[in-house]
């Protein structure tokens, strides 16, 4: 199935059913198709804080489908993922290439309902 | 243009080679350079002639970079001999009869071993030792001797005796001198120097004159001395001192000394303005230098008083040749020697401390000025770790602390003894004499970025040579780096203030064995893409859980989270693993057959192995399940790990093997595989020394003899090539075992992050004697420990793949979507010799939405 046949609760016109939270291991991500657009989507767990996450997954500097692929952590103040391909880091919360803030990518909105992850662009 | 400056040099020894060097960094054209050398091959590291010994080859010992000879304006010509100049004619005559003309000529002749004229020492197994064939030649006679004994007690006749020693021959030295290394040591020095090399099963005879050489009863030769004693001994080394090579500046009358040697002037010019004369063939202020740094400091002067001759932009005065210090420092046998400026005190008015400890068999001698504040020379056997301090301090005249004898006395409790301030030196102060490398060079080349021992090494070939100078260079860099502001840490990242060997330690020790455990205990912050492999590497090195457990997945950098490794496109390969490179049929063709089902690119890699590319995420269970049916298990090529053990077939069926190598190499690789490390391992087998599995390029490699195995460690192919160094030989499979244990585990304990063995090796103080010390000799007492830690990891081995697909839980994340069973779209291949390969970004934009090969079901 295809991100824009979903089925599967939508509390709002526009969000993306994805996943249940649970899929998605703590501190990992994982790669959603919604409108035909790829989406990495990381749950971060700190002190049993949770957090979502959904950015571009194409890597720009490798072109290819990766992010959702790469490790999560912090550098000092901001969370970020490390690109499985040549290891630029992306800031989870804004797009921003900590290395080379002249590059970007889309973030996505992402919610929680009733333990499933929303997306919307 | 004017035609180039015609350069003839005899001898292409060190000093040679380095004057070639010097002239090529100097003057890259405008010189037509035509080296003659008598010897088959082209120079070597004379310094290190003993290793050949140990299992250098005469290829590890060149001194020439590869295609040295092969520029332009540079000819080599190897076994061919000068044997007369023609000074007005200014031609050089060749043994094959060639003229050669010259407008400069340079004398790099070198000097011959002293032979002392006894009758009968042309006797057949009598030996000198100065060339690769000498040893070549002594290998051979060692190998049907028992008895071997070394004329002259100095430092290479030392060096000859441990040769014989380590041949397994009974092995006497016997000296003229009343005392071992009568030059650079007092009666005092050469006592304790005699009780340790006697300790070490060496007999030694002093105040001996041989008289004669005779056929022995019991052995081969009887040498009988002045006071009628009788030695029978197999074979004979002399090592009774050298002399200069002059024999071509006397037919020519370029003048020479009384006592041999040619003499030049601070320019290394002999009277003829044309013709120079460097190395031990030359004469300066009538002295002979036989150490190999003033020799290299005369190629320097010569090669930029010859380049003057050739003007550029460039025309600094040429520097001149004012003398050279001839300190030296060396571990002869085992032993520390080291012996300073005036040794014998025959400065007027100096003064002389001396520590000695019998029990220790220790001996300190410190000679310095009569107003005592300055250091002129000293002595230190068995301990010279005062060497580096002394020389600085008697080089740079530093005034000497109010009580100078601290500087040699044992440093008791509450003494600590005065270490030099490196501070305190000259910015000229030459710190490596090797390569003549300055404080100044040091700590440029620390402001330039070079934090590492290893990385200055490359960068200023400071400590490339002797070694000696290593711990003084290594505290310039970390003083010039701690003046720069820079942290002198090795803090694997923000999260954790400890290097990698000290996070092993927290862990091992505090028996930690979550990411989470260990940040809120030892760390802060959430950790990144630097600490979290690291992590996760020492909890399977420590503790060997599955790696894909739920708290490990998430320390996992890609390739150990899916098991594979990582291509551009963002498509995986997989290497199963084929032990030792041995494969049945019947499993080559699962291997075919998976790869053709599934459209994968198929290459063998240099390891012996077959590597499939082009799966996405989801294919890899379903490839797996086909080969863990087949009975294939994880190649943990994707993790930092034992990759392979590459094997020759051995004696098996090859006419030479001496062992079953590749029954050893399957040993090892089922042994050691799944093992997590600082980096990737990989290993080698051969079944004789004509190494067709490349051992000695590998991280720790297996080379079979006649009496066992070779074990051979720090290797690397790759970017930057090492040759492995031979750890230990002759030994039985238990003991190659035991030693490859101790060896691996001490590296996963101390390395760094990322760290190879090889530059590991490079930046581990006390270099390759310590590595010896710590896995052979067990000098650290945790051979035990960690031969039982690697127990630990064996046995808890377990095939990642085969539990991977065991895993219901496991398998889920392997989706390209987690809300789509379609393929990566991005993901296009194309046809290429009869396989796939990645589409480009340009046919990719031309094939948009049309894959060319479209994704198995």
């Known amino acids: 199935m295809d991100g824009s046949n979903m089925d599967g609760p939508s509390t709002d016109t526009g969000w993306t059913d994805v996943c249940a939270v649970d899929d ?54 901001r969370l970020v993922v490390a690109s499985p391909i040549y290891k630029q880091h992306f800031d989870l919360a804004t797009g921003e290439c900590v290395e080379d803030p002249g590059v970007s990518l889309r973030t996505w909105r992402v919610r929680v309902a009733d333990g499933r992850v929303l997306i919307a662009a | 243009m004017s035609d180039p400056l015609r350069i003839v040099v005899v001898g292409n020894g060190m000093v040679g080679q380095k004057l070639l060097e010097e002239l090529a960094e100097r003057r890259p054209s405008g010189l037509d350079i035509t080296v003659l050398c008598e010897e088959p091959r082209p120079a070597y590291d004379r310094v290190q002639l003993s290793s050949f010994f140990s299992g250098k080859t005469a290829e590890d010992l060149s001194l020439v970079p590869p295609g040295f000879f092969e520029r332009d304006g540079l000819v080599l010509r190897l076994n061919a001999k000068a044997v007369a100049i023609d000074r007005s004619l200014k031609q050089v005559t060749t043994s094959t009869g060639e003229t050669l003309p010259y407008d400069k000529l340079v004398l790099a002749t070198g000097s011959y071993p002293f032979v002392p004229p006894v009758p009968g020492r042309e006797r057949p197994d009598c030996f000198v030792y100065r060339t690769i064939e000498d040893l070549e030649a002594m290998t051979e006679a060692g190998g049907r001797s028992k008895v071997g004994v070394v004329v002259g007690g100095g430092l290479l006749g030392l060096e000859a005796a441990k040769a014989l020693k380590d041949m397994g021959l009974e092995t006497h030295v016997v000296e003229f001198a009343p005392r071992l290394m009568a030059v650079q040591v007092d009666d005092g020095g050469g006592r304790v120097l005699r009780q340790k090399i006697e300790a070490l099963g060496v007999t030694v005879h002093t105040q001996k004159n041989t008289v ?48 041999g040697g040619i003499v030049i002037d601070n320019h290394c010019r002999t009277l003829d303005d044309d013709i120079y004369a460097i190395g031990e063939c030359a004469l300066w202020d009538g002295k002979i230098y036989g150490l190999v740094a003033p020799g290299y400091e005369m190629a320097r002067v010569c090669a930029a008083h010859i380049a003057a001759a050739v003007p550029q932009e460039d025309a600094d005065e040429p520097p001149q040749f004012t003398g050279a210090d001839m300190s030296t420092k060396l571990k002869l046998m085992g032993v520390d020697v080291a012996s300073l400026g005036d040794a014998h005190a025959a400065t007027p008015g100096a003064r002389v401390c001396v520590y000695t400890d019998e029990r220790k068999q220790v001996y300190k001698k410190l000679v310095v000025s009569e107003d005592g504040k300055y ?228 290459k063998i890699t240099g390891g012996q192995r077959i590597d499939l590319f082009g799966a996405q995420v989801h294919q890899l269970p379903l490839i797996w399940k086909e080969l863990v049916d087949a009975g294939f298990e994880s190649g943990h090529a994707y993790g930092k790990a034992l990759r392979t053990v590459k ?46 599995a490349e051992a000695q390029s590998k991280d720790f490699g297996v080379i079979a003899t006649e009496k066992g195995w070779n074990l051979y460690v720090c290797g690397n192919g790759g970017m930057k090539p090492r040759h492995a160094e031979l750890l230990a030989g002759d030994l039985d499979d238990e003991t190659l075992i035991r030693y490859i244990d101790r060896f691996l585990m001490f590296y996963i304990r101390t390395a760094d992050r990322l760290q190879r063995t090889s530059v590991w090796r490079d930046n581990l103080e006390g270099g390759l004697d310590y ?87």
Request: charged letters at 25%; proline letters at 5%.
């Open chain 1, 24 to 77: 998605i291991w703590p501190n990992t991500g994982v790669c959603a198709l919604v409108e035909g657009c790829q989406v990495a989507v990381f749950r971060l767990v700190d002190d049993g804080q949770e957090q979502l996450f959904a950015i571009d997954n194409g890597d720009p500097f490798s072109d290819a489908n990766v992010l959702s692929r790469g490790l999560v952590g912090n550098l000092g103040e």
């Open chain 2, 212 to 259: 004669e050489i005779v056929d022995g009863e019991a052995r081969r030769h009887a040498m009988r001395f002045a006071d009628d004693s009788v030695l029978e001994t197999d074979m004979i080394v002399f090592s009774a001192g050298i002399r200069p090579r002059d024999e071509l500046a006397r037919a020519s009358e370029l003048g020479v000394g009384p006592r």
């Open chain 2, 375 to 602: 250091v002129l020379g000293g002595v230190l056997i068995g301990d010279a770790e005062a060497y580096g301090t002394l020389l600085q301090m008697m080089l740079n005249r530093m005034e000497l602390p109010p009580e100078p004898e601290f500087l040699i006395l044992p440093s008791g409790d509450g003494a600590a003894r005065p270490a030099l301030g490196v501070d305190a030196l000259p910015d000229a102060a030459q710190i490596c004499s090797c390569n003549n490398v300055s404080k100044a060079t040091i700590c440029a080349a620390v402001r330039d970025g070079a934090h590492s021992i290893g990385k200055l090494k490359t960068a200023t070939k400071a400590g490339t040579s002797c070694g000696g100078c290593v711990p003084l260079t290594t505290q310039l860099m970390k003083a010039e780096m701690k003046r720069c502001g820079l942290s002198v840490n090795n803090h694997l990242c923000e999260h954790f203030p400890y290097s990698r060997q000290e996070l092993y330690h927290l862990i091992r020790v505090g028996r930690i064995e979550t990411f989470d455990e260990l940040i809120t205990r030892h760390g802060r912050g959430r950790g990144c893409d630097i600490c979290k492999p690291a992590a996760a590497s020492i909890f399977a090195s420590c503790w060997n859980e599955f790696v894909l457990k739920k708290d490990k997945a998430a320390l996992q950098d890609s390739n150990d989270y899916f098991l594979a490794n990582i291509q551009k496109d963002g498509t995986y390969s997989i290497v199963p693993r084929i032990a030792g490179g041995e494969i049945t049929p019947e499993k080559l063709i699962v291997l075919g057959e998976v790869a053709k089902k599934h459209r994968l690119y198929t």
């Open chain 2, 647 to 692: 094997s020759c077939v051995g004696s098996t069926w090859c006419r030479y093997g001496m062992l079953d190598s590749v029954s050893m190499a399957l040993a090892i690789e089922n042994r050691y595989k799944g093992l997590r490390a600082p980096h990737k391992i990989k290993s080698a087998v051969s079944g004789c020394t004509r190494e067709c």
């Open chain 2, 771 to 857: 590595l010896k010390d710590v896995v052979v000799h067990d000098k650290l007492g945790i051979g035990a420990e960690l031969e039982a830690e690697m127990a630990q990891v064996v046995g808890s081995y377990a095939c990642e793949w085969k539990k991977a697909i065991e895993s219901p839980e496991v398998l889920r994340r392997f989706r390209s979507f987690v809300n789509s069973d379609a393929p990566d779209s991005n993901v296009v291949f194309v046809d290429e010799r009869n396989q796939i390969r990645p589409a480009t970004p340009e046919e990719k934009a031309r094939f948009k939405g049309v894959p060319v090969i479209a994704e198995s079901a």
